[in-house]
């Protein structure tokens, strides 16, 4: 144990990582035992949030493609110049708050699973 606390001491780095884990275990817990109670998961992890955006973005654009090629099209061009506009934004560090710049990362994330959907469609 006393090694330990010497090396979180020594290694604050490893402390947040030990803390950002126990967080993510806990999401995870809380989801299982949502979906266990429930039979729905509550949409807080990571992971299940990135399912769940893949899931619904799959059945839009496949839709989409159905129904409306040319707009289907569209979304692609679309998806892929956001992805660029995007990372030129944080890049260049033009967010104003930390809010703002987490807020870019999502819609950063949510672009990349899109044009994931996108790529497998075609």
């Known amino acids: 144990m006393q090694e330990n606390d010497f090396l979180l001491d020594e290694q604050p780095e490893l402390a947040m990582e030990q803390i950002l884990l126990d967080v993510r275990n806990r999401q995870a817990h ?36 159905r129904t409306d090629p040319k707009t289907f099209l569209k979304q692609v061009t679309n998806v892929t110049q956001n992805i660029r506009r995007i990372k030129s934004q944080l890049e260049k560090k033009k967010y104003k708050s930390e809010a703002e710049k987490q807020s870019w990362q999502t819609n950063l994330e949510k672009a990349q699973i899109r044009k994931q959907v996108i790529e497998e469609i075609l």
């Open 30 to 65: 809380n989801e299982l035992s949502s979906f266990n109670n429930t039979g729905k998961f509550i949409n807080k992890h990571p992971l299940v949030v990135k399912k769940t955006h893949y899931k619904d973005s799959f059945t839009e654009l496949v839709e989409l493609k």
